[in-house]
């Protein structure tokens, strides 16, 4: 059996996440193209490494006859200094935010509640389904207003958002945040309810390497 997953691994630590790897895997081959890595083990594990921060590399692909160079190179992307605009949303809060460098410099959290789905029929049905949109309509709202707010004081670089992604949308869609849109959108992360702490993690997070494992063995 195989099994296949997605870990975060930070600019820092990926040296020492690879040599693991190799530890599991054995020998591995590299292939590189732009902020993108990409291992193959012996044993037919892979591992796709990916630098979000850096979707262009300025200086083209590192040289793939030197594992070093290239992995040098992606950690290198990783860690370019960048500014994100965090915007997290679940059904009954949000949290919004600026990092630095991973660091948050800026946020502010919520809560507002969003009814969940609901199994009767008929009239009913339709009642709660109109006051359940509603409620997610004025959760996005609140939402847009915050991280407007947010946002506008700072030159972003890039956006994280994360939670669920229909709620998400509907605020990146909205007139007073469709600007962000054309900034690089890193990939959606998946959320507990937005806190604090969440979103101080997911500051942490979009400068993370994306590492997508195929073909892991299973004992």
């Known amino acids: 059996m195989q099994d296949n997953r997605q870990v975060l691994v930070q600019p ?92 948050l410099v800026a946020s502010k959290t919520g809560t507002r509640y969003v009814q969940s789905r609901t199994a009767a029929g008929g009239w009913s049905q339709q009642r709660f389904a109109r006051r359940r949109a509603n409620q997610a309509d004025a959760l996005v709202e609140t939402t847009v207003d915050r991280a407007q707010a947010i946002f506008e004081g700072h030159r972003l670089d890039a956006v994280q958002a994360g939670g669920d992604a229909p709620l998400v949308a509907d605020c990146l869609e909205h007139p007073r945040l469709n600007c962000y849109r054309k900034l690089p959108a890193l990939p959606l992360l998946t959320v507990p309810d937005p806190r604090r702490e969440v979103l101080v993690k997911a500051a942490a997070d979009a400068r993370a390497v994306r590492v997508r494992l195929t073909g892991i063995p299973v004992s």
């Open 12 to 103: 820092e630590r990926l040296a020492g996440w690879v040599e693991r790897f190799g530890e599991r895997n054995g020998n591995f081959s590299v292939e590189a193209a732009g902020a993108v890595v990409v291992l193959r083990a012996v044993n037919g594990c892979t591992a796709e490494l990916t630098a979000p921060l850096s979707l262009v590399v300025e200086n083209g692909p590192p040289d793939v006859s030197d594992e070093q160079t290239a992995l040098d190179a992606l950690i290198q992307a990783a860690s370019t200094p960048a500014t994100v605009g965090l915007l997290l949303i679940r059904r009954g809060g949000y949290a919004v935010g600026v990092s630095r460098n991973g660091k």
